[in-house]
């Protein structure tokens, strides 16, 4: 059976009246984030994030994201709290506490907790004159804006500010701690976003395991060197063991006629492609697959060219890289 009623008119209402809710959101930015930044960033223990209903579930994905860009984060339930979970809460921490309202009286003993022992307490509410909104240190205004459903009583608008504050708090925390995508993978290091965040360097072959030969060494010698290392190239160094070329299959192609009479330094192809070995791995990927390659020598961005490992696309697709 077909309905008819106008869904991708409703859900464009949606998303619109959502959207001018955030740029409400952005407008109405002021001091008070600045403060709370400042606050959040000079804690020497965690941020624990709490709230209940939609608010809890929008806490615990600000805690997540918190906690995986470089600021410890913890989400309480202010409903355990009040039976034995105050205990997880020093006063080294930060309270950020969730309410649109600012009356959920879930929040009652952990805010009275914050106060008694001095626990700095930041909400995020559109209430400023609230239950929660006025115990609070700093507190993040939320705009009055309506709720998306179109009867004010499910929260969509406002749980969507809530969680694009969260996002603002993490994200000016983090480049405030200059935090990058390799700190980032620390805390991240499994599935493709983990593997989209490995080195060169943790993936490349170092040391002994490179096919490596000088400008003079024969080719018989350099086949030889390419057949053991299994990787299709070799290196060829200069006499002061920077990357003077490669040989690739194609150059022994190339060169078939009296290649054994040829040295590595007749055959190579000079200024072949490089890449540093703090590079991600993915940059390595792009690279390869835009030069139509199979494999990448790491050398170091500054200073002579020396190789210090040999990337192979295999290594990259082995841990889910395409």
Request: with cysteine.
């Amino acid at each position: 059976m077909t309905i008819d009623t106008p869904f991708i008119d409703i859900a464009r209402r949606v998303i619109n009246s959502e959207a001018e809710a955030l740029n409400s959101l952005a407008d109405s930015l002021d001091s008070s984030f600045r403060d709370v930044i400042n606050i959040l960033n000079n804690a020497t223990g965690r941020v624990i994030v709490t709230g209940i209903g939609k608010s809890g579930h929008i806490s615990r994905k600000i805690a997540a994201t918190l906690a995986s860009t470089g600021t410890p984060s913890q989400f309480v339930h202010p409903a355990e709290a009040s039976h034995g979970d105050l205990g997880m809460i020093t006063s080294n921490d930060v309270v950020l506490a969730i309410s649109n309202s600012g009356e959920a009286p879930e929040l009652a003993d952990l805010v009275a907790y914050s106060r008694r022992f001095k626990i700095p307490l930041v909400g995020i509410t559109k209430n400023p004159k609230s239950a929660l909104g006025s115990q609070c240190d700093v507190v993040l205004l939320l705009p009055d804006c309506p709720e998306a459903c179109g009867t004010g009583i499910v929260p969509t608008t406002s749980t969507t500010m809530t969680l694009a504050m969260g996002d603002a708090i993490a994200i000016a925390l983090m480049e405030n701690k200059s935090f990058t995508a390799v700190h980032f993978r620390q805390f991240h290091p499994g599935g493709k976003l983990g593997a989209q965040l490995i080195s060169v360097s943790e993936l490349m072959h170092p040391g002994a395991e490179m096919p490596i030969v000088s400008l003079n060494t024969p080719m018989s010698e350099a086949l030889i060197e390419m057949s053991q290392k299994s990787m299709g190239v070799v290196a060829v160094l200069s006499e002061t063991g920077t990357l003077a070329g490669i040989i690739t299959d194609g150059d022994l192609r190339r060169h078939m006629d009296g290649l054994l009479n040829l040295t590595a330094a007749d055959v190579m192809t000079t200024s072949p492609a490089t890449i540093s070995p703090e590079a991600l791995a993915v940059e390595a990927m792009a690279l390869m697959n835009q030069r139509k390659i199979t494999c990448v020598f790491a050398v170091g961005a500054k200073g002579p060219k020396i190789p210090s490992g040999i990337l192979h696309i295999h290594d990259c697709l082995r841990v889910g890289l395409a």
